[in-house]
């Protein structure tokens, strides 16, 4: 591949953001020296940060910055500090308005066991070894997250409200990309909804099978979403592509991360129609672990390596990215959430923090 230029917003974020996000740019530096591409990197204030800052968790003039380039890599955003602030004030907000000023509707969020951390999945042996390997497709700019939201006190008692609302074009163009995922693997969809209950979901049933027939090669089936989050850690062999609605996707897909061992290890991506994307860890800012370098910044930097490949068509760079992260999962190296169980198997294992996991990544980058 020719050489590129490539222009990179990059969202520390709050807590463990800033830590994971400087070891995933040290790789894309050498990924970039290797290949001869140059990569410039753009800072935006997005959460908390912004809101010191800015007094807004993502002001128009940052969010600006973010359309202008290529894509959008992310640490994470949120913290104890900021919880009290007024709800259209709080740190997550900048997330959903970023997305939503993107146009990033497609969440894309693999759950993949890697063969060396299969010691790790809470899940028991004889079912992790079945395999686990789904891609869950989550709507991510419609739904319950971005209804109407409403407090009120009436006659003394206090009430909220959130509006869960789909129009059909949503849920046909989250869908349709559910498909396509689907075509490009085993081909087996699974859409989840909550249908005995929800009109929200009676129409996204009706759509799903609506375009169906566009797609015969894919075998689509329909599950409740209560029954999903019981088959994903009772038989996540069964599982291809999922596809569903924001906010069950948000819930499923951390209950997917753990089965595979930790959260720190699952990258996302977020897309629109166009090339344009946002990548992030699909974990939050961990404030627990801030500033102790205990993080572990795999998910962010598998988030790097599906930039390179989804908005920027760099596949040997990102498997260059991919392999680097096998191998040091090979020779044992280990962040605290990853570290097996029992002193049996730790033996063979290295402890390392976060700057030195990403150092030996950069490393082991051939
Ligand atoms: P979290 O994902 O931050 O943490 C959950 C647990 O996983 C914690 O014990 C944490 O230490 C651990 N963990 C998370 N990432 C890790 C990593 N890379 N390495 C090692 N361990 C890791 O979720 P939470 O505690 O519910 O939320 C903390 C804050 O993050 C809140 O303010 C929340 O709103 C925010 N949040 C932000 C995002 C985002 O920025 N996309 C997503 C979820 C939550």
Redesign the pocket.
Known sequence: MKAMNKKIAVIR?????PE?INQTLNILDKIAEKYGHVFSYSDVDM?GIAIDRWGEPLPDKMLDICKESDSVL???????K??SVPGHL???KG?LKLRAGMGAYSNNRPAKIWPQLASASPLRKEIVDKGIDFIIVRELIGGVYFGEHRSETVNGTRYASDLMIYSEKEIERICRIGFETARKRRKTLCSVEKSNVLDSSRLWKKVVHEIASDYPDVMLSDMLVDNCAMQIVKDPSQFDVIVTENMFGDILS?EASMITG???MIPSSSLGDGTKGVY??????????AGRD???????ILSAAMMLKYSFGMIDEADSIENAVSDYLDAGYR???IMPRTDEERKNCIFVG?SECGKLIADLIK
């Open positions: 974020g709050d807590g463990i953001g994971i959460g992310l640490g994470a955003v949120g913290g104890e900021w919880n709080r740190p997550e997330l951390d930790s959260i720190g992030e860890p699909i974990h939050g800012s961990a404030p627990d672990i205990l993080a572990n910044p795999i998910g962010t962040t605290a959430d976060c």
